[in-house]
């Protein structure tokens, strides 16, 4: 029975709609993301889909919009798909009790948006592997000043290392978990 999952928070196709999207951050976030799919499926490692819902028919997370479905690209067989409202994948979801009744002790976080509910989760399962560049964020304007995607994910690592989670990238999982990769 494996003991560890990965989590993708919110790799949905609401993201698109939104108008802070920045492109460029998707699409050097997209190959750190397959990989990291790919990685785990090789090795086993059962995945787990979190969709976020926020119903407003005027946001693209109302499940009246058709827009809670993989992104493009994303669309790999789950192992369970569990749907939140809260910014945490815990909350009210099950993913919980799934993880015990699964044997599941270690999470590897993965998905969008990296400083809320990527973070989230991650402080309130605490003691997870954060595989940072599996995770996507994008600039955001705060008390006036413009915080970019590369500060806000600093930060992100800074508060979560050590204390919530480890720090992780998707080369050395690939080291851990399937040996000495030339490179």
Request: aromatic share 8%; glycine share 6%; net charge negative.
């Amino acid at each position: 029975m494996a003991t560890t999952a990965l989590l993708l928070i919110d790799v949905q196709s609401s993201f698109p709609a939104k108008e802070y999207r920045v492109e460029t951050l998707a699409a050097a976030w997209r190959p750190y993301q397959r990989e990291l799919l790919d990685l785990t499926r090789e090795k086993g490692i059962p995945l787990v889909r979190i969709f976020h819902e926020s119903p407003s028919s005027a946001s693209p997370f109302d499940p009246i919009n058709g827009l809670i479905r993989p992104l493009e690209g994303f669309e790999d067989e789950t192992d369970v798909t569990f749907h939140k409202r809260a910014h945490n994948a815990f909350t009210d979801t099950g993913l919980e009790r799934w993880l015990r009744l699964a044997g599941i002790n270690r999470l590897i976080i993965s998905g969008i948006r990296t400083e809320q509910c990527c973070e989230t989760t991650a402080r309130v399962g605490a003691d997870l592997d954060f595989v940072s560049e599996a995770t996507l964020t994008f600039p955001m304007v705060s008390a006036g000043r413009k915080w970019s995607a590369e500060e806000i994910r600093a930060r992100t690592e800074l508060v979560l290392e050590g204390r919530f989670a480890r720090i992780v990238g998707v080369e050395t999982l690939k080291r851990e978990w399937l040996g000495d990769v030339s490179q």
